[in-house]
Each structure stands twice: as C-alpha cells, then as structure tokens.
C-alpha cells in the first residue's frame, strides 16, 4: 500500500504545521496567518499531509514548535488550486497544494479556510 498513489476526496483533509513561537505564523487566537502558507523560493507545491495516512504526532512532529491546521480538498479546489498525493521517502502521507495560480492573495485564501487541530491539548 506504501507505494500507492491516493486519490484526494473533496471531504478529505490536508494538514499544514505552522511555526508556532512567532507571531507572523499563529496568531494568539490560534488562527493562522497567510505565512503559513507561502511557497518558499524554489517550491512548486506547499508540503501538507493527507490526514486520513498519518498521525497528528506525526505530522506536527514537534509540539514545542509547530501548531497544525486542516484545510478540505473541497475548499483547496474552490480557489482554483489543486492538491495531489506525493508521497516521500519518510512520509507516504506526505502531499502538495500547487496551482499556475499560487499567489500571495491564495495564501490569504487558505489561511482563512484553515481550521486549528487542538493537538496536543
């Protein structure tokens, strides 16, 4: 199974980490900023994980640095973005929002549609 390609379903959920100890990721209401979800130089995709193949242990993977946000492949696609399966070497739940679209205005976007995961607490 570790080797399949997943299809993405409207109904399932991405999970992004976000750096928790500043200020410009995670706001003190724990909402999250549209920093969270920026390409870095040189990305094409923005790195999430498919909830429904992993842990939110997992995902996180640090509880002393990172908060984590759900975002459904339905709202993704409603702002013209796509999401796909991409599994790495470490993490078959590893996946990718892209789209010829990315900009900072669908960061922003996401950023709204993003719900915060009360892991651990």
């Given at each position: 199974?570790?080797?399949e390609?997943i299809?993405?379903?409207d109904?399932d959920?991405?999970?992004?980490?976000?750096f928790?100890k500043?200020?410009?990721?995670v706001?003190e209401d724990?909402t999250?900023?549209s920093f969270?979800?920026?390409?870095?130089?040189?990305?094409?995709?923005?790195s999430?994980d498919?909830?429904?193949?992993?842990?939110y242990?997992k995902s996180?993977?640090?509880?002393?640095?990172f908060?984590?946000?759900?975002?459904t492949?339905?709202?993704?696609?409603?702002?013209?973005?796509h999401?796909?399966?991409?599994?790495i070497?470490d993490?078959?739940?590893?996946?990718e929002?892209?789209?010829?679209?990315?900009?900072n205005k669908?960061?922003s976007q996401l950023?709204?549609?993003?719900?915060?995961?009360?892991y651990p607490?």
């Amino acid at each position: 199974m570790e080797n399949e390609i997943i299809k993405i379903l409207d109904e399932d959920r991405l999970l992004r980490r976000a750096f928790f100890k500043g200020p410009s990721y995670v706001r003190e209401d724990m909402t999250v900023t549209s920093f969270a979800f920026k390409l870095r130089k040189g990305e094409e995709g923005l790195s999430v994980d498919l909830e429904k193949l992993t842990s939110y242990e997992k995902s996180i993977t640090n509880i002393d640095k990172f908060r984590l946000f759900a975002v459904t492949a339905k709202d993704i696609r409603s702002i013209e973005l796509h999401c796909a399966h991409n599994p790495i070497p470490d993490n078959y739940a590893h996946a990718e929002i892209s789209g010829t679209s990315f900009s900072n205005k669908k960061s922003s976007q996401l950023a709204k549609l993003a719900v915060y995961i009360s892991y651990p607490f």
